[in-house]
């Protein structure tokens, strides 16, 4: 994907899932099963995905080199990088750390969204600051895939959002 095409994808998926948070109810928003995240946390959660990304996006290039070096390899496509996230997943990795969200009022809902909007918006700028060779030279941690590439970044916190949208409505359609 070009970093067109990257921002376009990102700002796309976000979007549909802000839309889809916004047409639940009070009740739905709030749900969750036992172990699992309510929606709002699931909203929380991309928040604090998207955010550290954005942060970084920023740093100048010399500083992501002296703070994380340069790949040694190419860039994953991005049906190659979700392959890895989902086997990840399927081999027991979850959430940790500071990644964890709260519990989440329904009430907070609006303004989360304009949050993880305002994001999204933040990061798609600083994507198309880059050159398409730095996308694929700056790598940064991630902390269940290992290294990535700034492009593996970006496509993995695209798809991110897709999963998190899928696992609410999995859930409030098994209710």
């Given amino acids: 994907m070009t970093k067109e095409t990257i921002v376009e994808t990102l700002q796309n998926n976000h979007e549909k899932f802000m839309q889809y948070l916004r047409t639940l109810s009070d009740t739905d928003f709030v749900f969750a099963k036992e172990d699992k995240w309510s929606a709002g946390q699931q909203l929380e959660h991309i928040i604090k995905s998207v955010g550290p990304v954005n942060m970084a996006m920023a740093i100048p290039r010399i500083f992501l080199k ?7 390899r190419p860039s994953r496509t991005y049906e190659e990088l ?10 027991g990795g979850r959430a940790s750390g500071r ?77």
């Fill in 66 to 72: 002296w703070n994380f070096g340069l790949t040694n």
């Fill in 82 to 91: 979700i392959e890895k996230y989902k086997l990840k997943l399927l081999e």
């Fill in 99 to 175: 990644f964890i969200p709260k519990e989440v009022n329904f009430s907070k809902r609006d303004q989360l969204n304009a949050q993880l909007n305002k994001l999204v918006i933040s990061l798609s700028k600083r994507t198309l600051q880059y050159s398409e060779a730095d996308l694929d030279k700056y790598i940064l941690p991630h902390p269940l895939l290992g290294k990535l590439t700034l492009r593996e970044m970006l496509y993995f916190t695209a798809y991110h959002v897709v999963h998190h949208e899928e696992l609410v409505k999995k859930a409030i359609t098994a209710r």
